[in-house]
């Protein structure tokens, strides 16, 4: 009898250790981080909601010396910032970056890309292992183009399909992360 109990108690373990297996494999536990570059509000606007629906955590990339407040001026240093491939210092650093298998990265678009911010970013972590999820915000186009320069700039992660909605519209991320397999 005791030797009928311990082959079914070891039965039962090899199945526990199948099941964790399989969870570990197919719907396993991953730390998230949303990074995100907002000027005016809307690109954090669509980070938060897609940290509510993740669990992910909220990383703002927040330039060192920031952007004018004003539209116009902020286009010009923009451009210019373009214009020279520059790439603006950071004013914190993630902490902990090793913990994160998965990389939301958000910005605005910007003259018909990813604002230069956001290559300073990508070029400050190690991307290797990660997987990188890319989204933006727009007023007219040019969204294809801006996740493409995400994806660009982080060529050692895996990439999910990105995302791009205009101003603060949230309609879509749902669906979106539903899509890519991030929530169910």
């Not at 407040?69 to 010009?76: G, M, N, R, S, V």
């Not at 993630?94 to 956001?118: K, R």
């Not at 050692?156 to 539903?178: I, M, Q």
Request: aromatic share 12%; with cysteine; glycine share 6%.
């Amino acid at each position: 009898m005791k030797t009928k109990l311990m082959t079914l108690f070891a039965a039962l373990l090899l199945c526990a250790g199948t099941n964790a297996q399989s969870v570990a494999t197919n719907g396993r536990t991953t730390k998230t981080l949303v990074a995100y570059f907002s000027w005016g509000g809307n690109t954090q606007h669509v980070a938060e909601r897609i940290a509510s629906l993740t669990g992910g955590t909220l990383f703002r990339i927040e330039p060192e010396k920031p952007y004018p407040a004003e539209y116009k001026p902020c286009t010009e240093v923009a451009k210019a910032e373009k214009e020279a491939d520059a790439r603006p210092a950071i004013k914190s650093k993630v902490e902990s970056w090793e913990q994160y298998d998965t990389v939301f990265i958000g910005c605005p678009v910007w003259w018909w890309t990813a604002p230069m911010i956001i290559n300073t970013f990508a070029e400050s972590y190690d991307f290797r292992g990660k997987t990188v999820v890319p989204f933006c915000t727009y007023a007219a186009t040019y969204r294809d183009e801006t996740l493409a320069r995400i994806r660009e700039l982080t060529p050692a992660a895996e990439h999910l399909k990105g995302f791009g909605t205009t101003g603060k519209d949230t309609n879509g991320v749902e669906s979106w992360l539903r899509t890519i397999n991030v929530i169910r």
